[in-house]
């Protein structure tokens, strides 16, 4: 317990940005079950249990709490992917790992990537959204490069059309933001072995 205003001033200072986490995560349920834009500075304060004007004390617009939420899930996603990416493994190693990671992240934040898909397309053509489009960039090269590299060393099929299969490798992941609960029965890792399991291997019994 601090016994002193200067132990008083240290607490306060190392609880702030616990509290700035707390309030990014209520607003981001906010953004994604309203909307951005129908979503108001005091909806998400009302949400956090405060007032409006105390919510400008940690943040000063709506803009950068969506700014946080957003870069904050992206780097945490590209650190991973980027990990991935560069552990120099096989084609099919790297796509395993690569849906495996989609789906922690889906976990990790769940809001986040609700805000994503609704409001990126909307967002990206603002100057202060503009790395939503060059993520997007950097994940379709990172997704396609991988394919291709499969396709050509032999650990993909050769007539895989590998733009068709990328979408298709991305919206069966990501769409499953949409219906996925974080601590529901199955952890990322089993829903991502389940969708690999139906992505490489099929779902007919060879005979």
Do not use: C
């Not at 609880?15 to 909307?35: H, K, M, Y």
């Not at 000063?60 to 945490?76: A, P, Q, T």
């Not at 603002?126 to 997704?143: C, G, H, M, N």
């Amino acid at each position: 317990m601090p016994n002193s205003n200067s132990d008083r001033k240290k607490t306060a200072v190392s609880a702030a940005p616990e509290r700035r986490e707390e309030l990014l995560a209520t607003a981001a349920e906010v953004f994604a079950a309203q909307g951005y834009r129908a979503t108001t500075v005091r909806r998400i304060a009302d949400e956090a249990g405060m007032l409006a004007g105390s919510l400008y004390y940690h943040f000063d617009s709506k803009e950068s709490m969506l700014d946080e939420i957003l870069s904050g899930f992206l780097n945490d996603l590209w650190a991973r992917y980027d990990a991935v990416l560069a552990a120099g493994l096989g084609p099919r190693e790297t796509i395993e790992a690569l849906v495996t990671e989609s789906f922690r992240e889906i976990d990790r934040h769940h809001a986040a990537v609700a805000i994503y898909q609704k409001e990126s397309k909307h967002l990206q053509t603002q100057p202060r959204f503009t790395y939503l489009a060059d993520s997007q960039v950097k994940f379709e090269k990172a997704w396609l490069g991988t394919l291709e590299r499969g396709v050509a060393e032999g650990a993909f099929r050769a007539d895989l059309d590998v733009r068709l299969t990328y979408r298709f490798l991305r919206d069966t992941v990501w769409v499953a933001a949409s219906w996925y609960r974080p601590g529901g029965q199955h952890s990322p890792e089993e829903i991502a072995r389940q969708y690999l399991s139906m992505v490489l291997e099929g779902i007919t019994l060879r005979e």
